[in-house]
Protein backbone atom coordinates (compact mmCIF):
# COMPACT_ATOMS: atom_id res chain seq x y z
CA UNK A 1 0.00 0.00 0.00
CA UNK A 2 3.05 2.56 0.73
CA UNK A 3 4.67 1.35 -1.94
CA UNK A 4 1.88 2.15 -4.56
CA UNK A 5 0.55 5.83 -2.48
CA UNK A 6 4.66 6.43 -3.16
CA UNK A 7 4.41 5.68 -6.50
CA UNK A 8 1.25 7.49 -7.08
CA UNK A 9 2.91 10.74 -5.63
CA UNK A 10 5.80 10.01 -7.50
CA UNK A 11 4.46 10.37 -10.60
CA UNK A 12 2.40 13.58 -9.48
CA UNK A 13 5.25 15.52 -8.62
CA UNK A 14 6.62 14.26 -12.23
CA UNK A 15 3.84 15.59 -13.91
CA UNK A 16 4.14 19.00 -11.79
CA UNK A 17 8.12 19.74 -13.16
CA UNK A 18 6.95 19.83 -16.69
CA UNK A 19 4.93 22.95 -17.21
CA UNK A 20 7.14 24.41 -14.18
CA UNK A 21 10.56 23.72 -16.82
CA UNK A 22 9.79 26.69 -18.67
CA UNK A 23 8.62 29.54 -15.86
CA UNK A 24 12.36 30.18 -15.31
CA UNK A 25 12.52 31.98 -18.73
CA UNK A 26 9.36 33.35 -18.32
CA UNK A 27 10.16 34.79 -14.99
CA UNK A 28 13.28 36.51 -16.31
CA UNK A 29 11.82 37.95 -18.87
CA UNK A 30 8.65 39.42 -16.71
CA UNK A 31 11.91 40.76 -14.86
CA UNK A 32 13.27 42.63 -17.97
CA UNK A 33 9.87 44.01 -18.47
CA UNK A 34 9.65 45.45 -14.85
CA UNK A 35 13.01 47.18 -15.40
CA UNK A 36 12.12 48.83 -18.76
CA UNK A 37 8.78 50.09 -17.52
CA UNK A 38 9.52 51.39 -13.66
CA UNK A 39 8.96 54.47 -12.61
CA UNK A 40 11.94 55.09 -10.18
CA UNK A 41 14.37 53.57 -12.62
CA UNK A 42 13.59 55.55 -15.82
CA UNK A 43 13.18 58.49 -13.84
CA UNK A 44 17.06 57.58 -13.01
CA UNK A 45 18.01 56.35 -16.91
CA UNK A 46 15.76 59.20 -19.11
CA UNK A 47 16.61 57.24 -21.99
CA UNK A 48 14.34 54.69 -21.05
CA UNK A 49 11.51 56.82 -21.42
CA UNK A 50 11.62 56.79 -25.19
CA UNK A 51 8.25 56.02 -26.48
CA UNK A 52 9.67 52.26 -28.13
CA UNK A 53 11.48 51.08 -25.21
CA UNK A 54 8.12 51.61 -22.56
CA UNK A 55 6.10 50.01 -25.35
CA UNK A 56 8.75 47.31 -25.70
CA UNK A 57 9.05 46.27 -21.87
CA UNK A 58 5.11 46.33 -21.41
CA UNK A 59 4.72 44.17 -24.09
CA UNK A 60 7.40 42.00 -22.60
CA UNK A 61 5.55 42.23 -19.08
CA UNK A 62 2.11 41.91 -20.62
CA UNK A 63 3.09 39.34 -22.60
CA UNK A 64 4.41 36.91 -19.71
CA UNK A 65 1.86 37.72 -17.40
CA UNK A 66 -0.16 36.48 -19.70
CA UNK A 67 0.93 33.00 -18.60
CA UNK A 68 1.34 33.58 -14.85
CA UNK A 69 -2.21 34.58 -14.90
CA UNK A 70 -3.45 31.96 -16.27
CA UNK A 71 -1.49 28.86 -14.57
CA UNK A 72 -4.22 26.96 -14.01
CA UNK A 73 -4.63 26.38 -17.73
CA UNK A 74 -1.00 25.88 -18.07
CA UNK A 75 -1.38 22.79 -15.37
CA UNK A 76 -4.73 21.74 -17.12
CA UNK A 77 -2.88 20.94 -20.37
CA UNK A 78 0.34 20.05 -18.79
CA UNK A 79 -0.30 17.75 -16.38
CA UNK A 80 -2.44 15.01 -18.57
CA UNK A 81 0.19 15.34 -21.28
CA UNK A 82 2.84 14.49 -18.50
CA UNK A 83 0.40 11.69 -16.85
CA UNK A 84 -0.37 10.23 -20.23
CA UNK A 85 1.17 6.93 -21.02
CA UNK A 86 1.21 7.17 -25.01
CA UNK A 87 -0.32 10.12 -26.91
CA UNK A 88 0.31 12.82 -25.10
CA UNK A 89 -0.39 15.68 -27.91
CA UNK A 90 -4.23 14.31 -27.26
CA UNK A 91 -3.82 14.17 -23.64
CA UNK A 92 -2.89 18.16 -23.78
CA UNK A 93 -5.79 18.99 -26.20
CA UNK A 94 -8.56 17.01 -24.24
CA UNK A 95 -7.15 18.93 -21.36
CA UNK A 96 -7.67 21.79 -22.15
CA UNK A 97 -11.25 21.22 -23.77
CA UNK A 98 -12.36 20.18 -20.20
CA UNK A 99 -11.23 22.81 -18.45
CA UNK A 100 -12.87 25.34 -21.18
CA UNK A 101 -16.22 22.92 -20.64
CA UNK A 102 -15.81 22.78 -16.69
CA UNK A 103 -15.40 27.14 -17.05
CA UNK A 104 -18.77 27.36 -18.97
CA UNK A 105 -20.65 24.70 -16.77
CA UNK A 106 -19.49 26.59 -13.81
CA UNK A 107 -20.62 29.99 -15.25
CA UNK A 108 -23.77 28.33 -16.47
CA UNK A 109 -24.82 27.24 -12.66
CA UNK A 110 -23.87 30.53 -11.09
CA UNK A 111 -26.37 32.35 -13.87
CA UNK A 112 -28.86 29.46 -13.15
CA UNK A 113 -28.76 29.82 -9.43
CA UNK A 114 -29.05 34.11 -9.76
CA UNK A 115 -25.04 33.85 -7.89
CA UNK A 116 -23.55 35.66 -10.51
CA UNK A 117 -21.06 38.64 -8.25
CA UNK A 118 -21.15 42.33 -9.89
CA UNK A 119 -17.77 43.57 -10.91
CA UNK A 120 -16.65 46.68 -8.00
CA UNK A 121 -14.99 50.03 -9.88
CA UNK A 122 -12.07 49.45 -8.47
CA UNK A 123 -11.48 45.98 -7.75
CA UNK A 124 -13.65 43.84 -10.03
CA UNK A 125 -14.52 40.32 -8.63
CA UNK A 126 -11.14 40.60 -6.15
CA UNK A 127 -12.93 39.84 -2.88
CA UNK A 128 -16.00 38.01 -4.17
CA UNK A 129 -15.07 34.18 -4.46
CA UNK A 130 -14.86 34.55 -8.40
CA UNK A 131 -12.76 35.70 -11.12
CA UNK A 132 -12.70 35.64 -14.83
CA UNK A 133 -10.54 32.97 -16.47
CA UNK A 134 -9.97 33.09 -20.45
CA UNK A 135 -13.02 35.54 -20.36
CA UNK A 136 -15.31 33.19 -18.03
CA UNK A 137 -16.77 34.11 -15.03
CA UNK A 138 -16.87 31.35 -12.51
CA UNK A 139 -15.67 30.34 -8.85
CA UNK A 140 -12.40 31.23 -7.96
CA UNK A 141 -10.59 27.83 -7.28
CA UNK A 142 -6.98 29.53 -8.76
CA UNK A 143 -4.65 27.52 -9.84
CA UNK A 144 -5.46 24.90 -7.72
CA UNK A 145 -8.57 23.78 -9.86
CA UNK A 146 -6.32 23.77 -12.90
CA UNK A 147 -4.32 21.06 -11.25
CA UNK A 148 -7.42 19.01 -9.60
CA UNK A 149 -8.62 18.77 -13.24
CA UNK A 150 -5.42 18.42 -15.10
CA UNK A 151 -4.84 14.95 -12.82
CA UNK A 152 -8.45 13.96 -12.75
CA UNK A 153 -7.76 14.09 -17.17
CA UNK A 154 -4.42 12.14 -17.12
CA UNK A 155 -6.39 9.53 -14.87
CA UNK A 156 -9.79 9.26 -16.94
CA UNK A 157 -7.28 9.33 -20.38
CA UNK A 158 -5.10 6.78 -19.75
CA UNK A 159 -7.99 4.24 -19.03
CA UNK A 160 -10.37 4.65 -21.63
CA UNK A 161 -7.76 5.89 -24.80
CA UNK A 162 -7.65 2.44 -25.82
CA UNK A 163 -11.26 1.72 -25.57
CA UNK A 164 -12.54 0.42 -29.03
CA UNK A 165 -16.04 0.09 -30.68
CA UNK A 166 -16.84 -2.01 -33.45
CA UNK A 167 -18.74 -1.06 -36.76
CA UNK A 168 -21.48 2.34 -36.78
CA UNK A 169 -20.16 2.99 -32.93
CA UNK A 170 -16.52 2.86 -33.74
CA UNK A 171 -16.04 6.68 -34.77
CA UNK A 172 -16.46 6.75 -31.00
CA UNK A 173 -13.50 4.48 -30.23
CA UNK A 174 -10.25 5.81 -28.54
CA UNK A 175 -9.42 9.65 -27.75
CA UNK A 176 -13.47 10.57 -28.57
CA UNK A 177 -14.54 8.02 -25.81
CA UNK A 178 -12.35 9.86 -23.44
CA UNK A 179 -13.52 13.47 -24.62
CA UNK A 180 -17.14 12.22 -23.83
CA UNK A 181 -16.56 10.55 -20.35
CA UNK A 182 -14.72 13.69 -19.59
CA UNK A 183 -17.83 15.41 -20.77
CA UNK A 184 -19.55 14.25 -17.73
CA UNK A 185 -16.12 14.81 -15.33
CA UNK A 186 -16.40 18.75 -16.62
CA UNK A 187 -20.22 18.77 -15.34
CA UNK A 188 -19.30 16.91 -11.99
CA UNK A 189 -16.23 19.00 -11.45
CA UNK A 190 -18.43 22.29 -11.51
CA UNK A 191 -21.01 21.17 -9.45
CA UNK A 192 -18.72 19.97 -6.87
CA UNK A 193 -16.95 23.11 -6.87
CA UNK A 194 -19.65 25.68 -7.09
CA UNK A 195 -21.34 23.71 -3.92
CA UNK A 196 -18.41 23.62 -1.59
CA UNK A 197 -15.74 26.00 -2.54
CA UNK A 198 -18.00 29.27 -1.36
CA UNK A 199 -18.56 27.10 1.80
CA UNK A 200 -14.94 27.22 2.20
CA UNK A 201 -14.54 30.61 0.95
CA UNK A 202 -17.42 31.86 4.06
CA UNK A 203 -15.01 30.13 6.67
CA UNK A 204 -12.52 32.26 5.62
CA UNK A 205 -14.04 35.06 5.10
CA UNK A 206 -15.05 34.47 8.75
CA UNK A 207 -11.51 35.03 9.76
CA UNK A 208 -11.55 38.65 9.19
CA UNK A 209 -13.03 39.62 12.29
CA UNK A 210 -10.35 37.50 14.06
CA UNK A 211 -7.33 39.23 11.91
CA UNK A 212 -8.53 42.56 12.76
CA UNK A 213 -8.97 41.95 16.66
CA UNK A 214 -6.22 40.38 17.90
CA UNK A 215 -3.14 42.39 17.34
CA UNK A 216 0.31 41.11 16.38
CA UNK A 217 -1.10 37.56 16.34
CA UNK A 218 -4.24 38.86 13.87
CA UNK A 219 -1.23 40.18 11.29
CA UNK A 220 0.48 36.44 11.89
CA UNK A 221 -2.50 35.05 10.89
CA UNK A 222 -3.14 37.47 7.85
CA UNK A 223 0.52 36.56 6.34
CA UNK A 224 0.19 32.85 7.43
CA UNK A 225 -3.50 32.15 5.63
CA UNK A 226 -2.23 34.70 3.05
CA UNK A 227 0.93 32.63 2.18
CA UNK A 228 -0.94 29.35 2.86
CA UNK A 229 -3.93 29.49 0.69
CA UNK A 230 -2.04 30.89 -2.29
CA UNK A 231 -2.40 27.94 -4.43
CA UNK A 232 -6.03 27.58 -4.12
CA UNK A 233 -7.11 31.31 -5.00
CA UNK A 234 -8.44 31.91 -1.46
CA UNK A 235 -5.59 34.11 -0.60
CA UNK A 236 -7.90 36.59 -2.60
CA UNK A 237 -10.59 36.41 0.34
CA UNK A 238 -8.00 37.10 3.19
CA UNK A 239 -6.08 40.37 1.91
CA UNK A 240 -8.54 41.95 -0.19
CA UNK A 241 -10.65 43.18 2.69
CA UNK A 242 -8.26 44.73 4.09
CA UNK A 243 -6.49 46.09 1.81
CA UNK A 244 -9.78 47.84 0.16
CA UNK A 245 -12.25 47.76 3.12
CA UNK A 246 -12.81 49.65 6.49
CA UNK A 247 -11.11 46.50 8.34
CA UNK A 248 -8.07 47.70 7.02
CA UNK A 249 -8.54 51.11 8.42
CA UNK A 250 -10.48 54.31 7.91
CA UNK A 251 -8.78 58.13 6.65
CA UNK A 252 -11.12 61.12 7.06
CA UNK A 253 -9.35 64.08 5.23
CA UNK A 254 -12.15 66.87 5.30
CA UNK A 255 -14.88 65.43 3.62
CA UNK A 256 -13.54 62.68 2.20
CA UNK A 257 -13.24 59.53 3.76
CA UNK A 258 -10.79 56.77 2.82
CA UNK A 259 -11.31 53.15 3.43
CA UNK A 260 -9.03 50.27 3.11
CA UNK A 261 -4.85 49.57 3.60
CA UNK A 262 -3.81 50.38 0.17
CA UNK A 263 -5.94 53.93 -0.71
CA UNK A 264 -5.03 54.67 3.07
CA UNK A 265 -0.90 54.53 2.94
CA UNK A 266 -1.30 55.79 -1.04
CA UNK A 267 -2.88 59.22 0.89
CA UNK A 268 -0.52 59.24 3.61
CA UNK A 269 2.56 59.33 1.44
CA UNK A 270 1.60 63.12 -0.15
CA UNK A 271 0.22 64.02 3.98
CA UNK A 272 2.66 66.10 6.08
CA UNK A 273 1.97 63.09 8.95
CA UNK A 274 5.04 62.12 11.36
CA UNK A 275 4.49 58.56 10.60
CA UNK A 276 2.57 55.61 8.62
CA UNK A 277 -0.13 54.23 10.36
CA UNK A 278 -0.71 51.14 11.23
CA UNK A 279 -3.10 50.41 8.16
CA UNK A 280 0.33 49.59 6.85
CA UNK A 281 1.20 46.17 8.48
CA UNK A 282 -1.66 45.36 6.18
CA UNK A 283 0.69 46.20 3.11
CA UNK A 284 3.19 43.83 4.83
CA UNK A 285 2.68 40.02 2.93
CA UNK A 286 5.18 41.82 0.23
CA UNK A 287 8.16 41.77 2.83
CA UNK A 288 8.50 37.87 2.17
CA UNK A 289 8.94 38.16 -1.51
CA UNK A 290 11.56 40.59 -1.40
CA UNK A 291 13.87 38.84 1.04
CA UNK A 292 12.01 35.04 2.09
CA UNK A 293 12.65 33.58 -1.32
CA UNK A 294 16.27 34.19 -1.43
CA UNK A 295 16.92 32.18 1.31
CA UNK A 296 14.37 29.53 -0.32
CA UNK A 297 16.41 29.59 -3.41
CA UNK A 298 19.48 28.81 -1.39
CA UNK A 299 18.35 26.43 0.31
CA UNK A 300 17.32 24.68 -2.80
CA UNK A 301 20.75 25.06 -5.03
CA UNK A 302 22.64 24.11 -1.82
CA UNK A 303 20.88 20.80 -0.78
CA UNK A 304 20.66 19.80 -4.72
CA UNK A 305 22.67 16.40 -5.79
CA UNK A 306 26.50 17.69 -6.74
CA UNK A 307 25.61 16.55 -10.30
CA UNK A 308 22.63 18.87 -10.49
CA UNK A 309 23.59 22.49 -8.49
CA UNK A 310 24.74 24.31 -11.42
CA UNK A 311 21.58 23.62 -13.21
CA UNK A 312 19.53 24.28 -10.54
CA UNK A 313 21.40 27.89 -10.06
CA UNK A 314 20.64 28.50 -13.44
CA UNK A 315 16.69 27.41 -12.93
CA UNK A 316 15.93 29.07 -9.55
CA UNK A 317 18.39 32.08 -9.61
CA UNK A 318 16.10 33.79 -11.95
CA UNK A 319 13.13 32.95 -10.08
CA UNK A 320 14.13 34.40 -7.08
CA UNK A 321 15.21 37.59 -9.10
CA UNK A 322 11.54 37.20 -9.89
CA UNK A 323 10.16 37.06 -6.62
CA UNK A 324 12.09 39.93 -5.47
CA UNK A 325 11.82 42.44 -8.19
CA UNK A 326 8.46 41.63 -9.78
CA UNK A 327 6.70 39.93 -6.35
CA UNK A 328 5.92 36.99 -8.24
CA UNK A 329 6.56 33.52 -6.50
CA UNK A 330 3.81 31.18 -7.90
CA UNK A 331 7.02 29.68 -10.40
CA UNK A 332 8.89 28.47 -6.70
CA UNK A 333 5.66 27.62 -4.89
CA UNK A 334 4.92 24.63 -7.17
CA UNK A 335 8.51 23.71 -7.11
CA UNK A 336 7.90 22.59 -3.46
CA UNK A 337 4.24 22.58 -2.58
CA UNK A 338 3.26 19.07 -3.39
CA UNK A 339 6.49 17.64 -3.27
CA UNK A 340 7.17 18.87 0.28
CA UNK A 341 3.49 20.02 2.24
CA UNK A 342 5.31 20.43 5.28
CA UNK A 343 8.20 23.03 4.31
CA UNK A 344 5.13 25.04 2.54
CA UNK A 345 3.81 24.74 5.73
CA UNK A 346 6.73 26.04 7.38
CA UNK A 347 6.54 29.03 4.94
CA UNK A 348 3.21 30.14 5.42
CA UNK A 349 4.44 29.86 9.06
CA UNK A 350 7.62 32.05 9.10
CA UNK A 351 6.10 34.77 6.50
CA UNK A 352 3.08 35.67 9.09
CA UNK A 353 6.05 35.21 12.27
CA UNK A 354 7.91 38.08 10.24
CA UNK A 355 4.94 40.14 9.38
CA UNK A 356 4.28 39.24 13.48
CA UNK A 357 7.61 40.87 14.21
CA UNK A 358 7.43 44.02 11.88
CA UNK A 359 4.26 45.10 13.86
CA UNK A 360 5.38 43.52 17.72
CA UNK A 361 8.64 46.04 16.94
CA UNK A 362 7.36 48.95 15.86
CA UNK A 363 8.90 49.23 12.34
CA UNK A 364 6.59 50.87 9.84
CA UNK A 365 7.93 51.43 6.32
CA UNK A 366 6.58 50.34 2.71
CA UNK A 367 6.78 46.41 1.65
CA UNK A 368 4.41 45.58 -0.72
CA UNK A 369 6.06 47.01 -3.91
CA UNK A 370 9.26 45.05 -5.16
CA UNK A 371 12.73 45.04 -3.62
CA UNK A 372 13.82 47.98 -5.94
CA UNK A 373 10.93 50.02 -5.63
CA UNK A 374 11.00 49.68 -2.10
CA UNK A 375 14.31 50.87 -1.18
CA UNK A 376 13.88 53.92 -3.08
CA UNK A 377 10.27 54.60 -2.13
CA UNK A 378 11.22 54.32 1.37
CA UNK A 379 13.88 56.85 1.31
CA UNK A 380 11.76 58.86 -0.31
CA UNK A 381 9.35 58.96 2.60
CA UNK A 382 11.91 58.27 5.59
CA UNK A 383 10.42 61.17 7.52
CA UNK A 384 7.03 59.09 7.57
CA UNK A 385 8.72 55.94 8.45
CA UNK A 386 9.98 54.22 11.95
CA UNK A 387 12.71 51.94 12.37
CA UNK A 388 13.50 51.46 8.80
CA UNK A 389 16.64 49.60 8.83
CA UNK A 390 15.47 47.56 11.31
CA UNK A 391 13.31 46.24 8.24
CA UNK A 392 16.44 45.19 6.42
CA UNK A 393 17.86 43.17 9.23
CA UNK A 394 15.05 41.72 9.65
CA UNK A 395 14.83 40.84 5.71
CA UNK A 396 18.52 39.59 6.72
CA UNK A 397 17.74 37.32 9.18
CA UNK A 398 14.34 35.98 7.45
CA UNK A 399 16.67 34.78 4.64
CA UNK A 400 18.94 33.25 7.01
CA UNK A 401 15.91 31.48 8.82
CA UNK A 402 14.77 30.04 5.38
CA UNK A 403 18.07 28.81 4.18
CA UNK A 404 18.87 26.83 7.38
CA UNK A 405 15.19 25.18 8.21
CA UNK A 406 14.49 24.32 4.11
CA UNK A 407 18.34 23.26 4.10
CA UNK A 408 17.80 20.98 7.40
CA UNK A 409 14.55 19.61 6.51
CA UNK A 410 15.22 19.14 2.99
CA UNK A 411 18.31 16.83 3.59
CA UNK A 412 16.45 15.12 7.02
CA UNK A 413 13.49 13.82 5.27
CA UNK A 414 15.04 13.66 1.27
CA UNK A 415 12.04 15.83 -0.12
CA UNK A 416 12.21 15.62 -3.88
CA UNK A 417 12.94 19.74 -4.27
CA UNK A 418 14.40 20.65 -7.37
CA UNK A 419 17.62 19.14 -8.10
CA UNK A 420 17.07 15.99 -5.98
CA UNK A 421 14.88 13.56 -8.08
CA UNK A 422 15.46 10.68 -7.48
CA UNK A 423 19.10 9.60 -5.87
CA UNK A 424 22.05 10.73 -6.25
CA UNK A 425 24.05 9.71 -9.82
CA UNK A 426 26.22 6.44 -9.04
CA UNK A 427 23.44 5.32 -5.91
CA UNK A 428 21.69 2.19 -6.48
CA UNK A 429 18.23 1.04 -5.06
CA UNK A 430 19.27 0.43 -1.45
CA UNK A 431 22.61 3.19 -1.69
CA UNK A 432 23.17 4.87 1.73
CA UNK A 433 21.78 8.63 1.32
CA UNK A 434 25.42 10.01 1.30
CA UNK A 435 27.19 8.08 -1.56
CA UNK A 436 29.87 10.00 -3.23
CA UNK A 437 28.06 11.08 -6.82
CA UNK A 438 29.14 8.96 -9.63
CA UNK A 439 31.98 10.73 -12.56
CA UNK A 440 30.50 10.92 -15.71
CA UNK A 441 30.35 7.41 -17.75
CA UNK A 442 32.44 8.50 -21.64
CA UNK A 443 30.81 6.69 -24.50
CA UNK A 444 32.47 3.69 -25.72
CA UNK A 445 33.82 4.65 -29.32
CA UNK A 446 31.75 3.12 -31.94
CA UNK A 447 33.08 1.97 -35.35
CA UNK A 448 30.61 2.61 -36.70
CA UNK A 449 26.67 3.46 -36.80
CA UNK A 450 24.20 0.59 -36.99
CA UNK A 451 21.59 0.94 -40.33
CA UNK A 452 18.47 2.36 -38.83
CA UNK A 453 20.13 3.12 -35.40
CA UNK A 454 19.49 6.85 -34.31
CA UNK A 455 23.18 8.32 -33.07
CA UNK A 456 23.00 10.58 -30.20
CA UNK A 457 25.41 13.40 -29.67
CA UNK A 458 28.32 12.71 -27.34
CA UNK A 459 28.26 9.20 -28.96
CA UNK A 460 26.17 5.95 -29.14
CA UNK A 461 22.84 5.66 -30.52
CA UNK A 462 19.36 5.33 -29.38
CA UNK A 463 19.38 1.88 -30.14
CA UNK A 464 21.91 1.08 -27.40
CA UNK A 465 19.69 2.25 -24.83
CA UNK A 466 16.58 0.22 -26.04
CA UNK A 467 18.74 -2.37 -26.13
CA UNK A 468 20.30 -1.63 -22.78
CA UNK A 469 16.69 -1.63 -21.49
CA UNK A 470 16.05 -4.91 -22.44
CA UNK A 471 14.56 -4.37 -25.59
CA UNK A 472 11.57 -2.91 -26.92
CA UNK A 473 9.08 -5.16 -25.59
CA UNK A 474 10.41 -4.64 -22.09
CA UNK A 475 9.92 -0.99 -22.13
CA UNK A 476 6.52 0.49 -20.44
CA UNK A 477 7.25 3.85 -20.74
CA UNK A 478 9.63 6.32 -21.34
CA UNK A 479 9.92 9.60 -19.64
CA UNK A 480 12.17 12.88 -18.65
CA UNK A 481 12.78 15.35 -15.97
CA UNK A 482 14.84 18.05 -16.43
CA UNK A 483 18.18 16.18 -16.34
CA UNK A 484 17.25 12.52 -16.30
CA UNK A 485 15.75 9.56 -18.79
CA UNK A 486 13.20 8.13 -17.01
CA UNK A 487 11.98 4.40 -17.95
CA UNK A 488 9.91 1.71 -16.43
CA UNK A 489 10.44 -1.40 -16.97
CA UNK A 490 8.38 -4.85 -17.21
CA UNK A 491 11.60 -6.90 -16.07
CA UNK A 492 14.50 -4.70 -14.43
CA UNK A 493 17.11 -8.27 -14.79
CA UNK A 494 17.09 -7.89 -18.99
CA UNK A 495 19.08 -4.93 -18.39
CA UNK A 496 22.85 -4.15 -19.51
CA UNK A 497 24.98 -1.59 -18.31
CA UNK A 498 28.07 -1.81 -21.11
CA UNK A 499 24.88 -1.38 -23.59
CA UNK A 500 23.56 1.93 -22.22
CA UNK A 501 27.49 2.76 -21.41
CA UNK A 502 27.90 3.29 -25.12
CA UNK A 503 26.13 6.59 -24.81
CA UNK A 504 27.57 9.25 -22.60
CA UNK A 505 25.54 9.44 -19.29
CA UNK A 506 26.36 10.21 -15.45
CA UNK A 507 25.12 7.56 -14.12
CA UNK A 508 22.05 4.95 -13.99
CA UNK A 509 19.57 4.87 -11.08
CA UNK A 510 17.63 1.62 -10.69
CA UNK A 511 14.64 0.95 -8.12
CA UNK A 512 12.90 -2.02 -8.61
CA UNK A 513 11.19 -1.29 -12.40
CA UNK A 514 12.10 2.27 -12.37
CA UNK A 515 15.16 3.05 -13.68
CA UNK A 516 17.36 6.41 -14.49
CA UNK A 517 19.89 7.34 -16.58
CA UNK A 518 21.29 10.82 -15.78
CA UNK A 519 22.22 12.54 -19.56
CA UNK A 520 21.58 16.30 -18.47
CA UNK A 521 20.10 19.03 -19.99
CA UNK A 522 20.59 17.66 -23.12
CA UNK A 523 17.62 14.76 -21.58
CA UNK A 524 14.83 15.86 -23.37
CA UNK A 525 16.98 15.30 -27.10
CA UNK A 526 18.01 11.58 -26.22
CA UNK A 527 14.11 10.76 -25.13
CA UNK A 528 13.33 12.27 -28.46
CA UNK A 529 15.73 10.23 -29.77
CA UNK A 530 14.17 6.86 -28.00
CA UNK A 531 10.73 7.46 -28.99
CA UNK A 532 12.08 7.94 -32.73
CA UNK A 533 13.89 4.78 -32.39
CA UNK A 534 11.08 2.41 -30.68
CA UNK A 535 8.60 4.03 -33.41
CA UNK A 536 11.07 2.13 -36.46
CA UNK A 537 11.33 -1.46 -34.53
Not at 101 to 126: D, H, K, R, V
Not at 313 to 328: E, K
Not at 469 to 491: P, W, Y
Not at 494 to 515: F, H, S
Amino acid sequence: MKERVMGALEKFSKAMVQPLMYLSAAGILIVVGVLLTNKTITGVLPFLQWGPIQALGQLIYNAVMGIINNLSVVFVIGIPAALAKNEKHKAALIGFMTYLMYLICSNTLLTLTGSLAEEAPMLGLFGTGQAKILGVQCVDMGVFGGIILGCLVGYVFNRTYQKRFKGALQIYSGANFTLICLVFVAILFALLANNIWPVVQGWISALGGVIKDTGAFGIFLYGFLERLLLPTGLHHLVYTPFQFSDMGGVLQMGETTIVGAYPIIMAEMNMPIERFSDSIYYMSIGFTKMFGYIGIGGAFIYTAYPENRKRVASTIIPLVITASLASITEPIDFMFIFAAPLLYFLHAVIAGAFMALLKLLDVTALWNANLLTSVITNIANADKTHRMPLMFVLGALQILVYFVVFSFLIKKFNYHTPGREGEPAGAGAAAPAKAAPAKTVKAAPASSVPAGAIALDGGGTALDIIEGLGGKANINTVENCITRLRVNLKDPSLIREDLINRTENRGIVKKQNDVQIIYGLQVADVRRAVEEQLEKL
